[in-house]
């Protein structure tokens, strides 16, 4: 119904000379998106309290709402050409009124819970970058033909917009920190078994990849009125740091139902562990939270264990935030199990003393584009320590990449033998006992398998030696910092 459509906002986008990446095409297409579902969703407001004879108070005032200027209409229902603004009236209104009006929310908002607040988060963060008032006419024209109405119109948008955030995180640069593949995510999902009247968390929110599924799967039971306002309301938790993937967030969950979303801008480190309380946890976490990159001193001392890793300093944050008896899946690079600092040490520890860690899931290369190390996922309970580790070898049989990507298939052995911690040539246990205690090695080795040697992909190969030398000049500029 709305592909056609997709493709040539696209297409409009790639000839705008302000738009040059695929996070460009992604981060307009947000904006103009979000002001015309929050016009419809107004009007659809507004009928639903006329019918019972109420007044309805609009969050937007009428000369900023979407059918006033960027879809205004003439009495037979056409475009009034006469009143939409185009060329550089229409790039000065937008980025000389219409945006700083939007970002004024932010103060005038009651509470940062509100819709208000949101509005005026997201156009604090973003920026128009269409230079040509005439190629955002036609950006305007196209996302108008656009509905928000039916659950089906939504759902497509979400599928259209999700193949959007996908094609965003395969260009690489930054876009691949956003986006987490989605038959990864199911297959946490399905393992960590999360009900409604649970609390769901990522505090590394990027694209909404975790909360946006986990509505998918909780939503396929019939449900209640209660469990349905539960569901949309009271479920989903989340922090971000990047603008530009708070917006996309922000967008990402209201095409798939979740109409106000409960994601805060903030940085997720700057909260000093000493500070969280019980009513700060939650029952389940499922996140991938950034790996390689590297925080300040400052930083570091929100965290009982010192460290300049920002994955590392993440978990930490997810072990405190997750109530007792909580349950986590957790992506995180496989260095993770076997590094001899002190730091990976000790966290190794804190993980294996606190959390019953009864999985790991160990990715094959290639699970992340543009990433050149591998990862694995924790999955952990809180309140017991671990007594043995089931580990899982993920082998697809091929060379993942753009074109042969992850899918539902190849994890599907995954959660069938976790749901008993069975045995095969591609699992098996480690019983603590078994695991040293002055190193707490946890590395993947696979004692079924055999001792031929696979050959890899040179441009694998390359990508992980370019991934390991950008971590060991984050390691010596954190000594030098300490010398």
């Given at each position: 119904?709305?592909?056609?459509?997709?493709?040539?906002?696209?297409?409009?986008?790639?000839?705008?000379?302000?738009?040059?990446?695929?996070?460009?095409?992604?981060?307009?297409?947000?904006?103009?998106?979000?002001?015309?579902?929050?016009?419809?969703?107004?009007?659809?407001?507004?009928?639903?309290?006329?019918?019972?004879?109420?007044?309805?108070?609009?969050?937007?005032?009428?000369?900023?709402?979407?059918?006033?200027?960027?879809?205004?209409?003439?009495?037979?229902?056409?475009?009034?050409?006469?009143?939409?603004?185009?060329?550089?009236?229409?790039?000065?209104?937008?980025?000389?009124?219409?945006?700083?009006?939007?970002?004024?929310?932010?103060?005038?908002?009651?509470?940062?819970?509100?819709?208000?607040?949101?509005?005026?988060?997201?156009?604090?963060?973003?920026?128009?970058?269409?230079?040509?008032?005439?190629?955002?006419?036609?950006?305007?024209?196209?996302?108008?033909?656009?509905?928000?109405?039916?659950?089906?119109?939504?759902?497509?948008?979400?599928?259209?917009?999700?193949?959007?955030?996908?094609?965003?995180?395969?260009?690489?640069?930054?876009?691949?920190?956003?986006?987490?593949?989605?038959?990864?995510?199911?297959?946490?999902?399905?393992?960590?078994?999360?009900?409604?009247?649970?609390?769901?968390?990522?505090?590394?929110?990027?694209?909404?990849?975790?909360?946006?599924?986990?509505?998918?799967?909780?939503?396929?039971?019939?449900?209640?009125?209660?469990?349905?306002?539960?569901?949309?309301?009271?479920?989903?938790?989340?922090?971000?740091?990047?603008?530009?993937?708070?917006?996309?967030?922000?967008?990402?969950?209201?095409?798939?139902?979740?109409?106000?979303?409960?994601?805060?801008?903030?940085?997720?480190?700057?909260?000093?562990?000493?500070?969280?309380?019980?009513?700060?946890?939650?029952?389940?976490?499922?996140?991938?939270?950034?790996?390689?990159?590297?925080?300040?001193?400052?930083?570091?001392?929100?965290?009982?264990?010192?460290?300049?890793?920002?994955?590392?300093?993440?978990?930490?944050?997810?072990?405190?935030?997750?109530?007792?008896?909580?349950?986590?899946?957790?992506?995180?690079?496989?260095?993770?199990?076997?590094?001899?600092?002190?730091?990976?040490?000790?966290?190794?520890?804190?993980?294996?003393?606190?959390?019953?860690?009864?999985?790991?899931?160990?990715?094959?290369?290639?699970?992340?584009?543009?990433?050149?190390?591998?990862?694995?996922?924790?999955?952990?309970?809180?309140?017991?320590?671990?007594?043995?580790?089931?580990?899982?070898?993920?082998?697809?049989?091929?060379?993942?990449?753009?074109?042969?990507a992850l899918n539902d298939d190849d994890l599907e052995e995954f959660v069938t033998l976790q749901a008993s911690f069975a045995p095969s040539e591609r699992s098996w246990t480690v019983?603590?006992?078994?695991?040293?205690?002055?190193?707490?090695?946890?590395?993947?080795?696979?004692?079924?398998?055999?001792?031929?040697?696979?050959?890899?992909?040179?441009?694998?190969?390359?990508?992980?030696?370019?991934?390991?030398?950008?971590?060991?000049?984050?390691?010596?500029?954190?000594?030098?910092?300490?010398?």
């Open positions: 119904m709305f592909e056609q459509t997709f493709k040539n906002i696209d297409d409009v986008l790639w000839k705008e000379a302000g738009c040059s990446s695929e996070l460009d095409y992604t981060e307009q297409t947000s904006w103009l998106l979000f002001l015309k579902y929050l016009d419809d969703l107004e009007r659809e407001r507004a009928m639903e309290a006329e019918l019972v004879g109420r007044s309805y108070e609009y969050v937007i005032d009428e000369p900023h709402r979407w059918s006033s200027w960027a879809a205004p209409r003439a009495a037979d229902g056409q475009l009034d050409k006469d009143r939409a603004l185009t060329g550089d009236d229409l790039i000065a209104y937008v980025n000389n009124d219409l945006f700083p009006y939007l970002e004024g929310f932010r103060r005038r908002a009651p509470s940062a819970e509100t819709l208000e607040y949101k509005i005026g988060e997201i156009f604090g963060e973003i920026r128009n970058k269409f230079r040509s008032g005439y190629s955002l006419r036609d950006a305007l024209d196209l996302v108008d033909t656009l509905r928000f109405g039916t659950q089906k119109e939504k759902h497509e948008l979400s599928q259209l917009y999700e193949g959007k955030i996908q094609r965003m995180g395969n260009a690489g640069r930054n876009g691949g920190e956003y986006y987490t593949p989605r038959p990864l995510i199911r297959a946490m999902i399905r393992v960590v078994k999360p009900v409604i009247g649970e609390r769901v968390y990522d505090g590394a929110v990027g694209s909404a990849g975790f909360p946006c599924e986990t509505y998918d799967y909780l939503r396929k039971d019939d449900l209640t009125t209660n469990q349905l306002d539960t569901l949309k309301n009271r479920t989903f938790y989340g922090k971000e740091k990047k603008s530009l993937a708070y917006v996309i967030a922000i967008m990402n969950m209201i095409l798939h139902g979740i109409d106000t979303p409960n994601i805060q801008h903030v940085n997720t480190l700057a909260i000093n562990l000493a500070d969280i309380e019980e009513k700060d946890r939650y029952e389940v976490i499922l996140a991938n939270p950034p790996f390689g990159g590297k925080e300040r001193p400052e930083i570091q001392q929100n965290f009982p264990i010192k460290t300049g890793e920002t994955a590392f300093l993440f978990l930490q944050h997810f072990i405190k935030s997750l109530k007792a008896g909580g349950r986590a899946a957790i992506v995180i690079k496989n260095t993770f199990l076997s590094n001899s600092d002190n730091a990976s040490r000790a966290l190794r520890e804190e993980l294996l003393t606190s959390c019953n860690l009864h999985t790991i899931l160990d990715c094959p290369s290639g699970t992340f584009q543009g990433a050149g190390v591998k990862t694995v996922v924790l999955f952990f309970e809180k309140g017991a320590p671990t007594r043995k580790i089931w580990y899982y070898q993920l082998t697809p049989g091929r060379n993942l990449g753009k074109t042969n019983k603590m006992e078994d695991v040293d205690r002055m190193s707490f090695d946890l590395s993947v080795r696979n004692p079924n398998a055999s001792e031929k040697v696979l050959l890899r992909d040179p441009r694998e190969i390359l990508s992980e030696i370019a991934a390991l030398d950008a971590e060991s000049v984050m390691i010596l500029s954190g000594i030098r910092e300490l010398v």
